[in-house]
């Protein structure tokens, strides 16, 4: 079966400092990659897709960015943090088609100090 | 445009009370799907069903049921005696169109099922 994993769970970061968040899948090959952000008590914004290795769109410009190392591998980093960066952040994976269902990872808080 | 609204921002229901949750969405793709997903407090979204826009029959899983409607472009999720389990967020979900990656949220509707 499919498992999706996130590390770290919790991260505060001061201001300015660099990011980086993982998410990895397991049982599955060349599957599609999330990265959301949910702020406080709101939606889900969806920062980056990846479709393949080294294939990353992106979908609101601001000071993250994206990598696929691998295939089973997705990371968000950031040279440096804003306070508007804090917020519960979810990978999700996906088997093949842009329409088959989400399957979304435990998430990472982070909260900018 | 493509749109998911979610119109209930927070529901309170006593234990064992059913419960409805409204899912409105606007599309102009004739192939699509919906979706509904529940946060629980720990924050992990977790896939609760996954809809086509050609199978208009209701879905019954357990306690939970869904009412799929394109005339009226509805998608609700009814949780029949409620639990205080249940309570959580849960989003409404439509898949983008045809060529993009993009799932449409709702703004989610936070229940709270009181004991």
């Known amino acids: 079966s499919q498992t999706i994993h996130q590390w770290p769970a919790t991260l505060v970061q001061p201001v300015g400092s660099p990011l980086s968040l993982e998410c990895t899948v397991e049982?599955?090959?060349?599957?599609?990659l999330y990265w959301y952000r949910q702020a406080a008590g709101r939606g889900l914004q969806l920062l980056f897709y990846s479709v393949g290795i080294g294939q990353i769109s992106s979908e609101v410009p601001q000071n993250l960015s994206a990598s696929r190392p691998q295939d089973r591998q997705f990371i968000l980093s950031s040279k440096k943090l804003l306070l508007s960066d804090s917020g519960f952040y979810l990978c999700?994976?996906?088997?093949?088609?842009?329409?088959?269902?989400?399957?979304f990872g435990p998430g990472t808080r982070l909260t900018v100090l | 445009a493509q749109k998911v609204t979610q119109a209930q921002t927070e529901i309170s229901v006593v234990e064992k009370e059913d419960v409805t949750l409204d899912c409105v969405y606007e599309?102009?793709?004739?192939?699509?799907?919906l979706f509904w997903y529940k946060q629980p407090p720990s924050g992990e979204l977790v896939f609760l069903i996954r809809?086509?826009?050609?199978?208009?029959q209701n879905e019954i899983s357990g306690r939970y049921s869904w009412n799929f409607q394109k005339s009226t472009s509805s998608f609700n999720f009814t949780i029949t005696a409620s639990q205080v389990v249940d309570s959580a967020v849960y989003f409404c979900a439509l898949s983008g169109t045809k060529g993009t990656y993009k799932y449409i949220f709702g703004t989610g509707t936070r229940l709270k099922v009181l004991a």
């Open positions: 999700a994976w996906q088997p093949g088609s842009a329409s088959d269902t989400q399957y």
């Open positions: 599309t102009r793709d004739t192939t699509y799907y």
């Open positions: 049982g599955t090959s060349n599957p599609n």
């Open positions: 809809r086509n826009s050609f199978d208009e």
